[in-house]
């Protein structure tokens, strides 16, 4: 739902501006008499786009612009004038209007410029969030057997409204999962709203998921939209949902529901359309059995799972991880892209990442890139509770395979990749190196499990 604020002292204009919005552009509106009403309401009320006439007695357009600039809740503003005068038009834009219309303007083109503020703020919205996350994760890097397996999950689920419950262990990409649902999803430039349960204390929970209408509570000075109303028309994202107290479990059952919230301190149901996706690396059986997480949302939740793979169950996908990693990481930092010496590669292959999985391996990267002093980051670089928990002979047994032919590829997958980076890509080298019979049969095998230097993430 749109929310369109007319702000006009003249009632019969205001009342027509109001209709026709809602007639041609389907927006709801809210009417403020003055500059004053129209503050107040903008505390009071979650607005999304305000039409604000410049021409008012006592606080005039531009004082109501100068009130917003110092106030959090920001909508974008039209501003419009029966003077002609442009002059002034021009000044608003430098008080932070996106643009100006004249009242003569016909409808249609009114809606055009409030659709197009609104576009630019979603825009600006998600480029700000983009700039938040860059550099923060790597990528769903991987062609491995479990990542290829993750990918068709991803692929099946995505484009279903139902909820979404992604499992993995800390750090081994959940986040990154659901961003890829909501990237292929039904609504791909709709928001993106992520909120991490086990970060917030539990007396701020249910503001956060519900938000809350001015005068809630000590300190509510403004109304504030919670994660869902944020989220409405994309994806909610309920990161480490195992955290979530028990009363704000039962809420969040009845909005996923009824997709309607009702925020704290108010009485009116509002309609919310986001997509839940939840995230756990708890054993949510285990929870319930102890009375700490409740059965009917986790089988609310629980329509589709998608289980992540800890990076130890994927080494081979190590050195285009890394690779991606050492890229994205020198370019966030200014520095000249550096390479990894194959010793340094086996040693991170050959570590089992069980702390913190590829946000562990994201953390020791950029450790290596500051360590190294020229452009090849060597042995030596590398962190040394990685270099001696890595060291010959001392490497823990392997993962528990889910059938002994997909532990079979997995290790084959990972001997080639390394025998490969051991010997710069080099086939009929890498080929020799190994005993096989020509670089042909070496070229079979890397077909057969996708291996290729230059394959996409």
């Not at 791909?188 to 007396?203: C, D, H, K, S």
């Not at 929870?287 to 629980?302: C, H, S, V």
């Not at 994927?314 to 000249?336: K, N």
Request: aromatic content about 4%; proline content about 5%.
């Amino acid at each position: 739902m749109t929310v369109v604020l007319v702000v006009d002292d003249v009632s019969a204009m205001a009342d027509q501006y109001a209709y026709d919005l809602k007639r041609v552009g389907g927006y709801e509106t809210l009417i403020a008499a003055s500059g004053r009403e129209a503050l107040d309401l903008l505390e009071r009320e979650a607005v999304d786009c305000v039409l604000l006439d410049l021409e008012m007695p006592g606080m005039d357009g531009f004082e109501v612009l100068r009130g917003m600039a110092r106030r959090d809740a920001r909508p974008p503003v039209i501003v419009y004038t029966g003077t002609g005068n442009y002059d002034r038009c021009v000044q608003a834009i430098r008080l932070g209007a996106h643009g100006f219309i004249d009242k003569a303007e016909p409808m249609e083109r009114v809606v055009r410029e409030v659709h197009s503020a609104l576009e630019r703020a979603r825009l600006t919205g998600q480029v700000a969030a983009l700039e938040r996350r860059l550099g923060t994760e790597a990528a769903l890097v991987g062609a491995s057997a479990p990542m290829r397996q993750l990918a068709d999950a991803i692929a099946r689920v995505a484009k279903i409204p139902s909820p979404v419950l992604i499992t993995g262990e800390s750090g081994s990409g959940k986040e990154l999962v659901a961003r890829e649902l909501h990237r292929l999803g039904a609504n791909p430039a709709g928001p993106f709203v992520a909120l991490n349960a086990g970060a917030l204390p539990e007396n701020l929970v249910e503001d956060e998921l519900f938000g809350h209408e001015r005068g809630a509570f000590t300190g509510a000075n403004a109304l504030r939209k919670g994660a869902f109303e944020a989220a409405s028309g994309g994806t909610l994202f309920l990161d480490e949902i195992g955290e979530l107290p028990l009363a704000a479990q039962a809420k969040l059952l009845r909005v996923i529901e009824q997709r309607q919230v009702t925020r704290l301190g108010g009485n009116r149901t509002i309609a919310v359309d986001a997509r839940v996706v939840a995230a756990t690396n708890r054993d949510l059986d285990a929870e319930i059995a102890a009375g700490k997480f409740r059965q009917d949302l986790y089988y609310r939740l629980n329509v589709h799972l998608v289980s992540v793979p800890p990076l130890r169950e994927r080494r081979s996908d190590i050195p285009a991880l890394v690779d991606h990693l050492l890229g994205s990481t020198c370019a966030r930092f200014g520095m000249r892209p550096k390479r990894l010496d194959p010793a340094a590669l086996e040693c991170l292959m050959a570590y089992e990442w069980r702390r913190n999985n590829v946000r562990e391996l994201r953390n020791a990267v950029e450790r290596m890139i500051i360590a190294a002093d020229g452009d090849m980051i060597r042995l030596d670089d590398v962190p040394a509770d990685v270099r001696d928990a890595a060291a010959p002979g001392e490497g823990p047994p392997g993962p528990a395979p889910t059938s002994f032919q997909a532990l079979k590829a997995e290790a084959e997958r990972q001997i080639i990749v390394a025998a490969l980076e051991r010997n710069d890509w080099h086939i009929t080298r890498t080929a020799r190196a190994l005993g096989l019979a020509d670089h042909a049969s070496l070229l079979k095998i890397m077909r057969r499990h996708d291996i290729s230097r230059d394959a996409p993430p």
